[in-house]
């Protein structure tokens, strides 16, 4: 374990929480270099990370040279101040993981759809829009085949099956039926998607998961934990007799 001590601390982004998190600096380094007759100058500052908190490790990469400045003007004067770039590895996530996302390796153990899913969120964060709309077809397919949908039919078919077991509603149905099309669109005629539309469609995605696998799962827990409680906390007589 890191001695608190021992390290100075600032703040960096972890992969792991997903955000900004108090971190050691465990080691650093800096390198700068100047143009020979000039006032050009570059200079990197690099730090190994540890998150205080989940302890996972990053590279952090500062940057600076001369020429890289951002110009303010303010009580009738200009002024000029640097721009610091920030770098981390691995890389700020474009999108986070949703909280539930974990229960898939501790609870649930669906190591097919939590792979799958592992697979569309690299292809998210590459920027890779085909392959990540092809991908977000996929998982609606094996999360649909955890349900007990059948593999082998037609996704209209698939769809069709998870409203009629409860798992869906109508208003869902549409929302799925286009994040099909999108996958198949992708699939067959190399459709890319744009930001808006992936991200819009994520979110299609992970609501029929959580609401048709995760909340589930956490309803039957719930049940029973308290069927467990409900016979030390049962009415006994003389409860509520006033005296």
């Not at 001695?3 to 792991?16: I, K, L, V």
């Not at 959580?210 to 016979?231: F, L, N, V, W």
């Amino acid at each position: 374990m890191t001695d608190e001590h021992q390290h100075p601390t600032r703040m960096a982004y972890c992969s792991y929480c997903g955000g900004p998190r108090w971190s050691y600096i465990l080691g650093q380094s800096s390198q700068r270099a100047e143009e020979d007759d000039s006032e050009v100058w570059f200079q990197e500052d690099r730090f190994i990370m540890q998150c205080r908190g989940c302890l996972t490790q990053s590279f952090l990469l500062k940057e600076s040279n001369s020429e890289l400045f951002d110009t303010e003007h303010f009580d009738g004067e200009e002024h000029e101040h640097l721009i610091k770039r920030e770098t981390s590895f691995p890389a700020v996530a474009k999108r986070r993981k949703p909280e539930w996302f974990c229960a898939f390796a501790f609870e649930l153990q669906m190591d097919d759809l939590e792979n799958a899913l592992l697979e569309l969120y690299s292809a998210y964060e590459a920027d890779l829009r085909i392959l990540t709309g092809i991908a977000m077809r996929m998982c609606f397919d094996i999360a649909a085949q955890t349900l007990g949908v059948d593999a082998d039919v037609r996704f209209v078919e698939k769809i069709a099956a998870l409203e009629k077991d409860g798992h869906i509603t109508p208003a869902d149905r549409e929302r799925i039926d286009t994040l099909v099309n999108a996958g198949n669109a992708s699939t067959h005629r190399g459709f890319k998607p744009n930001s808006d539309d992936l991200r819009n469609l994520m979110n299609v995605l992970e609501a029929f998961i959580y609401d048709s696998i995760i909340a589930p799962h956490r309803k039957k827990k719930m049940d029973a934990e308290m069927k467990k409680m409900a016979p030390h906390v049962a009415k006994k007589p003389g409860d509520g007799v006033r005296k």
